[in-house]
């Protein structure tokens, strides 16, 4: 079948600057891609690229982008180099939702669906707090809204400074209420364990990647980096979450061969085969939690479109991110402590299309 390819780079402007271990965040660079029939329906896709994860560069994928004809057969699309991950997902993502409109379009939907377990209703969400002594000033809003998992950003400071801190946020947390803490890797054993003796007696879900190296500081670094993780997941009762490790199917697939019984932070939209890593994890029976890469509107719609379909535990999701930028035409479901499938359905990814024109 022929298809027509379109791509669109956009570069987008956050409402706040977003500050992490990986530096201060202020814009979003991405490749959304549109596959169209001749009788013009169409699906998007979005390769929200974040090469600190190790995913290809916005450049790699726009250049890739490139070397399409406008007019080409719809299988061509599916030889992109392993390595593209972001652009394969934006591409399988497009592809899929064109295909269902045209399933749609023969009156076989019903049929189709005949026998699909349900979605669950609503999911929860975590709520994203700012790094730094802003987050006391924005837990208590998200707090009344309802909110109660909450993400910090650490990593960013001095390590004294933000264990002060992490006595006040714990004491504004509502009754009931889990704390999670995303270090991005910024720490050494050393600081980690620091961190974890604290954690111990505090309402902490789990600690997100304490540890990491990344490829350009060679295979040594990597491992110990992976060795330290491993060794702070078995000395210490505060569970530790994989996140920057987990950037392709062979990482997944290495980690459970390793026998990893921590938490698994999955951002859909850095994988070139979304379906088969979350066949993997659901066969090890792990612990899933879907999280945004900080993507447009056409990024997560595809990944919470993943996350309602899955089928082991129901961990908040990690995508109480919005809003985000300063074009909101460009974001997701405004942040609430709970989505349901109906929100993911109202996303209009076309906005997105039209306003990156």
Not at 76 to 86: F, M, Q, R, T
Request: proline share 4%.
């Amino acid at each position: 079948m022929r298809v027509r390819f379109q791509f669109r780079r956009y570069r987008l402007a956050f409402r706040a600057a977003v500050r992490t271990a990986h530096g201060v965040w202020t814009e979003r660079e991405g490749v959304i891609v549109r596959v169209s029939d001749e009788a013009g329906n169409s699906g998007l896709g979005e390769a929200a690229c974040l090469p600190w994860f190790g995913t290809e560069t916005v450049d790699e994928a726009e250049a890739a982008c490139g070397k399409f004809d406008e007019w080409i057969e719809a299988e061509a699309l599916g030889e992109l180099p392993v390595g593209l991950v972001c652009l394969r997902n934006a591409v399988a993502a497009a592809r899929g939702e064109l295909a269902a409109v045209m399933v749609r379009g023969t009156g076989e939907a019903r049929r189709a669906g005949e026998g699909r377990v349900k979605d669950p209703p609503y999911l929860g969400v975590a709520a994203l707090l700012p790094a730094g002594r802003a987050v006391l000033e924005a837990l208590g809003p998200k707090a009344e809204a309802g909110f109660r998992v909450f993400k910090w950003k650490v990593g960013v400071g001095d390590v004294a400074d933000e264990l002060g801190l992490f006595d006040d946020v714990c004491a504004a947390l509502p009754s009931g209420a889990k704390l999670r803490l995303d270090a991005n890797g910024a720490w050494d054993r050393r600081k980690a364990e620091r961190w974890l003796e604290r954690c111990a007696d505090r309402p902490v879900e789990f600690v997100e990647q304490p540890c990491f190296a990344e490829a350009a500081q060679g295979e040594a670094q990597q491992r110990k980096a992976e060795d330290v993780l491993r060794g702070l997941a078995e000395d210490w009762p505060t569970p530790i979450a994989l996140d920057e490790s987990l950037v392709s199917a062979g990482d997944v697939e290495r980690w459970i061969g390793d026998g990893w019984r921590g938490v698994w932070v999955v951002k859909p939209s850095l994988f070139g085969d979304v379906a088969g890593v979350l066949a993997q994890l659901e066969k090890a029976k792990a612990s899933v939690v879907f999280s945004s890469s900080l993507e447009t509107a056409v990024g997560a719609r595809a990944a919470l479109t993943w996350a309602f379909g899955w089928k082991g535990e129901a961990r908040a999701l990690g995508f109480g991110v919005w809003p985000l930028f300063q074009d909101a035409r460009c974001d997701g479901p405004y942040a609430a402590p709970f989505i349901r499938p109906a929100d993911v359905a109202r996303i209009d990814a076309e906005a997105v299309w039209n306003a990156i024109n």
